[in-house]
């Protein structure tokens, strides 16, 4: 395997390992800095050592592996430093007699976890976007700027505050308790919406990374169905998504003009995904969800979808909950 | 990107022999693996080639001949689609695939053709016209 294959396939590796690599890190070590730090290093050590030796049979409990090590000499040095404080000193015993209790622990809780605490209110909107797409998406600080028409070194600043934040402010590192949890999925939910929807709104002639983060989205969204798969408004989100990227080939026209919904050629659109959206929709609506904000935008795209384009069923939509619509959502009503 | 992932074809698939309860387990976990990683588009079994038929078109005249076909080899027996970011990814994800024959099996990767997401790079008259476009169905649905 030349050197450029196995650098390809290690990047290809991080992007199906690194989010659960760091989400279990993330646990052990009870902060979201740190363990993408050690996540790293792991990274940092493949990059050197499998070029030579191959890619190993398991390369996520290889990289697991390496992180945890590392992760093991930290708090042993910390934990010397530290033995006049006490209490910090009994916390440090616990986190570390707790790191093989690892492997057993539910990946999805870990994954959970990290999704919740990279969308925690306690951060600025863009903070959370970044966050998630660097800890969860796998995208590089470059790729998140290109993505998002920023600098690098602004994308880089702000995860680092991020994380800092995080850090200070010392968030948890749990599932929201019951009373939270509503506003904090909510608060997922609206952070993947945005993703989808910037890449949405790229334009031809833009950095092709853009209009990559509808499917960088449709992938967080497919993973926290995964992961919170009893609440109809992930499933509703999917719904949405899937329903609208159906409709990416037919928006735009031979010179890079939007062509409204109603005048697209229906053949371009993508039945595979439309059919991914309609079943979604029915698992939001078998949860009681239908008239969940994300839901009900995926009925409307669905009417279209499903070739019947009356007025009057869209009507029907849209009576029941106007009232609940906040009027910062950005409505994708014509395209 | 997008690949198609074809499980090739042997003479166990062929003969309709059912998967053992170990596999069938096994594939169970791999492709709820695929769905929670949101990798996973579709994916199906096949039956036998024997439930089968080819139609052959030649000189503008069809054939139909009924299965089985006799090129194990050539045949697939389930297929899955995937969205993934890389050929790698794709290669990385077939090698956690459990075994699902005994002995030695294929598993072949094609990437599926897409039209671009959008045409040829816009002038920069376009380019105004569609942001003029935008900001205004944008004022609409503030309204």
Known sequence: ??????????????????????????????????????????????????????????????????????????LRRDKLIERKHEELGRELQTAVSQFDLSLDEDVGDDLLRLIFISCHPVLPFEGRVALTLRLLGGLTTQEIARAFLVPEATIAQRIVRAKRTLSEAGVPFEVPKAEEREQRLSAVLEVIYLIFNEGYSATAGDDWMRPELCKDALRLGRILVGLAPSQPEVHGLVALM??????SRARVGPSGEPILLLDQNRALWDRLLIGRGLAALKRAEELGGQKGWYALQAALAACHARREPRRRRIGVALRPCTPCWPKSRRRRLWS | MRFMIMIKADKNTEAGVLPGEKLLTDMGKYNEELVNAGVMLAGEGLQPSS?????????????????????????????????????????????????????????????????????????????????????????LQKK
């Not at chain 1, 290889?62 to 093991?72: G, P, S």
């Not at chain 1, 899937?242 to 409709?247: D, F, K």
């Open chain 1, 1 to 74: 395997m030349s050197s450029t294959d196995t650098h390809r396939t290690i990047e290809a590796v991080w992007r199906i390992e690194s989010a659960k690599l760091i989400a279990a890190l993330a646990r052990m070590v009870r902060d979201v800095g740190l363990a993408e730090e050690l996540a790293q290093d792991g990274l940092v050590a493949a990059l050197k050592q499998w070029p030579e030796s191959g890619v190993p049979e398991k390369p996520g409990a290889w990289l697991m592996a390496v992180a945890k090590h590392r992760a093991l000499d930290l």
């Open chain 1, 242 to 247: 899937e329903i609208q990227a159906s409709r």
């Open chain 2, 51 to 139: 439930k089968g038929a080819r139609v052959h078109f030649s000189k503008g005249k069809y054939t139909v001949v009924d299965g089985p076909f006799a090129e194990t080899k050539e045949l697939i027996a389930g297929f899955w689609i995937w969205q993934v970011k890389s050929k790698e990814e794709a290669i990385e994800w077939v090698k956690r695939c459990p075994n699902p024959l005994d002995g030695d099996f294929d598993i072949e990767i094609r990437q599926v053709f897409e039209v671009d997401d959008f045409g040829p790079a816009a002038t920069p008259e376009v380019r105004e016209q569609e942001a003029r476009l935008r900001r205004e169905s944008e004022k």
